[in-house]
């Protein structure tokens, strides 16, 4: 089971660049990394994922060392509408897999004006 | 693309009745997941299928949960008798083979 390790809460202004860091010391080989963001009352919606170096779209950064014990969401001018809380998930991908995907506290993340 | 649909929204019961949710996923999507959040916390696997098999559900309190997915695509979550502690919101999920997860809105399940 791969655990993962974020900050509880983060605070940030409009405008700034965020990074959150997740450790996943025991990450397995064929294991990726995915970060969720949960609005209020919603579901988690899927925000990126990774297995190696950098990976880019148009919401978010995800940085991952060589050593993949750890990954960074990095958030690029966030506004007030990025106030979530955001999830790091490491797992497989195979199909009909059993994941074993354990979901921690998440990073809540506060945008002020 | 639609999304994942749940019914109801919001379910208000007393302890020891029973309470049944549905989940209709995504059109194609083969893996279906049911999870459990309690506020404050991230969600818990309950269940994952596999179109109508069941690939985990070593989660889900038998005892009093049970779930379904007939024919591979809706799917059917119960709780019998309920408990103080079900009060959570109930998430669906669903993913193409090698796809991520997309969930639904969630039940907002309160028992008295």
Redesign the interface.
């Known amino acids: 089971l791969a655990k993962t390790t974020q900050p509880i809460s983060m605070d940030s202004y409009e405008g700034q660049e965020v990074n959150i860091t997740c450790s996943h010391n025991n990450i397995a080989t064929n294991d990726y990394i995915t970060w969720y963001q949960q609005f209020p009352s919603q579901g988690p919606r899927f925000i990126i994922q990774g297995y190696k170096t950098k990976v880019t779209n148009e919401v978010a950064s995800l940085f991952i060392p060589a050593d993949r014990k750890s990954s960074t969401l990095s958030l690029p001018r966030v506004s007030l509408s990025d106030t979530a809380v955001y999830y790091c998930l490491v797992g497989g991908r195979e199909a009909g897999n059993n994941r074993k995907l354990i979901w921690g506290l998440g990073t809540s993340l506060a945008v002020n004006p | 693309e639609a999304g994942?649909a749940q019914s109801p929204r919001y379910k208000i019961i007393e302890k020891r009745q029973s309470v049944a949710f549905w989940c209709n996923p995504i059109s194609g999507h083969?893996?279906l997941y049911w999870?459990q959040q309690i506020l404050?916390?991230?969600?818990?696997?309950l269940i994952?299928f596999?179109n109508n098999g069941v690939?985990?559900d070593s989660q889900l309190p038998k005892d009093r949960f049970s779930a379904e997915r007939l024919k591979g695509v809706d799917s059917t979550l119960k709780i019998q008798p309920a408990k103080l502690e079900d009060s959570a919101v109930y998430?669906c999920?669903s993913s193409r083979?090698?796809g991520?997860?997309?969930?639904?809105?969630?039940t907002?399940l309160t028992v008295l």
């Open positions: 994942v083969a893996t999870y404050g916390q991230g969600p818990k696997l994952q596999q690939v985990d998430l999920a083979d090698r991520s997860e997309y969930f639904g809105p969630g907002r």
